[in-house]
């Protein structure tokens, strides 16, 4: 009898062990599928964080290349067909290199004004004028005065 109850101690015990082993196991992978879930959660967000990355990157980089074709196109564009100069003070000489007429607008500003004043400018071919008023504006000191005609580049001056 004796043998049977080492036999029966040790069917026992050996359930019991089994039956440990299969509770730590099941705890065991419980814990591992929740650290895979937290690991690809992590991986996850360091890869839509990537992603924003990459997209801020690209919209500047297309930004930039934006600016500098811009600028580029700019700089290929031909000066105006006007030569340019103050004499005699505020009065800004201007001549038409052009033998056809030449019409442009001309913005003009006033030192600590907040706007500008547009007006139609024109020219006849190969002519020149010493101008010290453009339509009912009396240059003064400081003033801006932009030569703007589209498909140039504007010409800017400073009363002196």
Same mark, same amino acid.
């Given at each position: 009898m004796g043998?049977?109850?080492?036999?029966?101690l040790?069917?026992?015990?050996?359930?019991?062990?089994?039956?440990?082993y299969?509770y730590?196991?099941?705890?065991? $992978?419980? *814990?591992? @599928?929740?650290?895979a879930? &937290?690991? =690809?959660a992590?991986? %996850?967000?360091?890869? $839509?964080? *990537?992603? @924003?990355?990459i997209?801020? &990157?690209q =919209?500047?980089?297309? %930004?930039?290349?934006l600016?500098?074709?811009?600028?580029?196109d700019?700089?290929k564009?031909?000066?105006?067909?006007?030569?340019?100069?103050?004499?005699?003070?505020?009065?800004?000489?201007?001549?038409?290199?052009?033998?056809?007429?030449?019409?442009?607008k001309?913005r003009l500003?006033?030192?600590?004004a907040?706007t500008?004043t547009?007006?139609?400018?024109?020219?006849?071919?190969?002519t020149?004028?010493?101008?010290a008023?453009?339509?009912?504006?009396?240059?003064?000191?400081g003033?801006?005065?932009?030569f703007?005609?589209s498909?140039?580049?504007p010409?800017?001056?400073?009363?002196p």
């Open positions: 043998a049977k109850i080492g036999w029966g040790a069917l026992v015990f050996g359930v019991a062990a089994v039956g440990e299969l730590y196991s099941g705890h065991e $992978a419980k *814990a591992l @599928a929740e650290q879930a &937290t690991y =690809d992590q991986m %996850a967000q360091v890869k $839509a964080d *990537a992603a @924003a990355q997209k801020q &990157t =919209d500047t980089a297309a %930004a930039e290349k600016s500098l074709q811009t600028e580029l700019f700089q564009l031909p000066e105006l067909p006007i030569k340019t100069q103050f004499r005699r003070s505020q009065v800004p000489y201007i001549e038409n290199t052009l033998n056809e007429p030449f019409n442009c001309v500003q006033r030192v600590g907040v500008s547009e007006i139609d400018f024109s020219m006849k071919g190969q020149f004028q010493d101008i008023a453009i339509g009912e504006w009396m240059f003064a000191k003033d801006k005065i932009e703007v005609k498909g140039y580049k010409r800017s001056l400073t009363v």
